[in-house]
């Protein structure tokens, strides 16, 4: 049974900095790992995909990497702002014809100004 | 492109009443699939429905139904509402083919009572 942990989860960092999430999967059987990012009440945005033959994803100040065999992903956030405040949160796709995506509990985040 | 819409946003029901709860996916996109979130377990998978059948179930009581129409938008249902139904009910729709990338709506926050 697929299970996916994400650490920390909670972090508290000041405005600039860069920091990196991390999310772990028991089953490297995946067909893709998907970032999302959820702000207090509201559904979820789609930040980054990975399929599961590349490597890393890139959008703006964010990057996204995954290595399969180990089991892990990882979500580094560069110069960061307040507005990047929320919950991050990572879900993989396993393979076959499910379309079912099995979440992490998610990285509460708080940059201060 | 408009994304995924959710009705209505916000509902509160007593015990033992049912609830009926609304998805439209995003144009073109023909896969909805359906998640709780609450805050002890998560955002957890519900089912998928793809060209009008259900593709795949999550772990979740008879209680729990849905169906699509034609032009793909879902319904999902739960009858015999208990107290700990109350969640966040998110709706997420993908082509199901290429990436798979799902995109989802701002949810309906069920409040049972």
Redesign the interface.
Known sequence: KQEVTQIPAALSVPEGENLVLNCSFTDSAIYNLQWFRQDPGKGLTSLLLIQSSQREQTSGRLNASLDKSSGRSTLYIAASQPGDSATYLCAVRGGGATNKLIFGTGTLLAVQP | KAG?TQTPRYLIKTRGQQVTLSCSPISGHR?V?W?QQTPGQ????LF?Y?SETQ??K?NFPGRFSGRQFSNSRSEMNVSTLELGDSA?Y?C?S?L?QD?????????T?LTVT
């Open positions: 995924v896969s699939s998640y998560g955002l957890q998978f998928e793809f593709r795949n999550g966040l998110l997420a993908s199901r990436t798979y990338e799902q995109y989802f709506g701002p949810g926050r």
